[in-house]
């Protein structure tokens, strides 16, 4: 079966730091993977999609890069209104497979 | 002004069906392949099921095979999810998206609680 392994579950960090989010893809899935961030009681917001395409208005501090099978959201320096659980989505063919979701804090 | 607006959830009790609709507007609803996205209180977000634009392909996620049946009117931009055998774990707010395209559209959800 399909499986995407979103790593880590949370992490805390400071602000100004550099944040990084994995998925890593049981099989192959070229590009078609997206990036959302949930803030609690909101709909999910889609970031990134097709691997490292930004969506038009997010701030360019969001970034995607795919190697292989491993898919990597980076936050080149993160600010408070980041604080949110942010996840991986496979979204071409079948099955769909969203990631386990990343917790992410202000330490 | 793009919109998904989902409708039908509701109280059901274990076994039963529930109906959701989903109206779209503002945007190419007949070119836009569609999906269900559920998130079960205080989790994760779960992919549900998928058609294609023409209704030719549907897709379902393995804990609602067999159970749901998604479907589409073009004529009307509406999508659709039939749920039947309903249990207590599909107890969610049941979202409606664009997730193929980029688009990033998503309606609000709509709650299902199943419960006796």
């Known amino acids: 079966d399909f499986q995407m392994t979103q790593s880590p579950s949370s992490l805390s960090a400071s602000i100004g730091d550099r944040v990084t989010i994995t998925c890593r893809a049981s099989q192959g899935i070229s590009n078609d993977l997206a990036w959302y961030q949930q803030k609690p009681g909101k709909v999910p917001k889609l970031l990134i999609y097709?691997?490292?395409t930004l969506q038009s208005g997010v701030p360019s501090r969001f970034s995607g890069t795919r190697s292989g099978t491993d898919f990597t959201l980076t936050i080149s320096s993160l600010q408070p209104e980041d604080v949110a659980t942010y996840y991986c989505l496979k979204y071409n063919g079948a099955p769909k497979a969203f990631g386990q979701g990343t917790k992410v804090e202000i330490k | 002004e793009v919109q998904l607006l989902e409708s039908g959830g509701g109280l059901v009790q274990p076994g039963g069906s529930l109906r959701l609709s989903c109206a779209a507007s503002g945007f190419a609803f007949s070119s836009s392949a569609m999906s269900w996205v559920r998130q079960a209180p205080g989790t994760g977000l779960e992919w549900v099921s998928a058609?294609?634009?023409?209704?030719?392909?549907?897709y379902y996620a393995d804990s609602v095979k067999g159970r749901f049946t998604i479907s589409r009117d073009n004529s009307k931009n509406t999508l659709y999810l039939q749920m039947n055998s309903l249990r207590v774990d599909d107890t969610a707010l049941y979202y409606c998206?664009?997730?193929?395209?980029?688009?990033?559209?998503w309606g609000q959800g709509t709650l299902v609680t199943v419960s006796s």
């Open positions: 097709a691997a490292s």
């Open positions: 058609i294609s634009r023409d209704s030719a392909t549907t």
């Open positions: 998206a664009e997730v193929i395209g980029g688009t990033g559209y």
